[in-house]
T-cell receptor
Framework: DAKTTQPTSMDCAEGRAANLPCNHSTISGNEYVYWYRQIHSQGPQYIIHGLKNNETNEMASLIITEDRKSSTLILPHATLRDTAVYYCIVRGLREYGNKLVFGAGTILRVKS | ETGVTQSPTHLIKTRGQQVTLRCSSQSGHNTVSWYQQALGQGPQFIFQYYREEENGRGNFPPRFSGLQFPNYSSELNVNALELDDSALYLC?????????????FGPGTRLTVL
């Protein structure tokens, strides 16, 4: 079962920051937070992951609270092409087998 | 470097038939995972193959089976198709099986069972 809770859907204006929340209150010390997204009719795409420090790459930023029970994915300047389902996943790196356990995700609609 | 490819793109079958879906892993990857995604839901893990051996399985019945070939490409076979098998089937490849090894997904095969 998925270990995360996300809102069903969110809207964002084009050019504004999109902030997608995720609750993972049962996360354990060796588990990372991963974000994937799935654009319509495509396979999921890796975005970013982190353990406890904030992370940033060319696609997004990941902010993890100090108690690690929740996180926020930030797309700094959302475009129409960012419209997708965003999945927050908790996973231990040392687990044998790198399967991903997806929840229902958040549908992000970026509007002009 | 080529990405993960899957064939066919779309497929229509009738209940009780058998189907084979194919996946070519990304260059240099030796691990393939298969996922089933029903409409409106997140992908669900079916099984994983590493160096031609099954390496973990999700909650799917034995009529879901797979193969991995020496070139690391893979097949997903589903026997005795049921209406609920209608879904997008995704293949993902990685180099290795640890959590450090990121998975790269293909575009999927859309299976419709009538």
């Amino acid at each position: 079962d998925a270990k995360t809770t996300q809102p069903t859907s969110m809207d964002c204006a084009e050019g504004r920051a999109a902030n997608l929340p995720c609750n993972h209150s049962t996360i354990s010390g060796n588990e990372y937070v991963y974000w994937y997204r799935q654009i319509h009719s495509q396979g999921p795409q890796y975005i970013i992951h982190g353990l406890k420090n904030n992370e940033t790459n060319e696609m997004a930023s990941l902010i993890i609270t100090e108690d690690r029970k929740s996180s926020t994915l930030i797309l700094p300047h959302a475009t129409l092409r960012d419209t997708a389902v965003y999945y927050c996943i908790v996973r231990g790196l040392r687990e044998y087998g790198n399967k991903l356990v997806f929840g229902a995700g958040t549908i992000l609609r970026v509007k002009s | 470097e080529t990405g993960v490819t899957q064939s066919p793109t779309h497929l229509i079958k009738t209940r009780g038939q058998q189907v084979t879906l194919r996946c070519s892993s990304q260059s240099g990857h030796n691990t393939v995972s298969w996922y089933q995604q029903a409409l409106g839901q997140g992908p669900q893990f079916i099984f994983q193959y590493y160096r031609e051996e099954e390496n973990g399985r999700g909650n799917f019945p034995p009529r879901f089976s797979g193969l991995q070939f020496p070139n690391y490409s893979s097949e997903l076979n589903v026997n005795a198709l049921e209406l609920d098998d209608s879904a997008l089937y995704l293949c993902a490849s990685s180099w290795g099986t640890s959590g450090y090894n990121e998975q790269f997904f293909g575009p999927g095969t859309r299976l419709t069972v009538l």
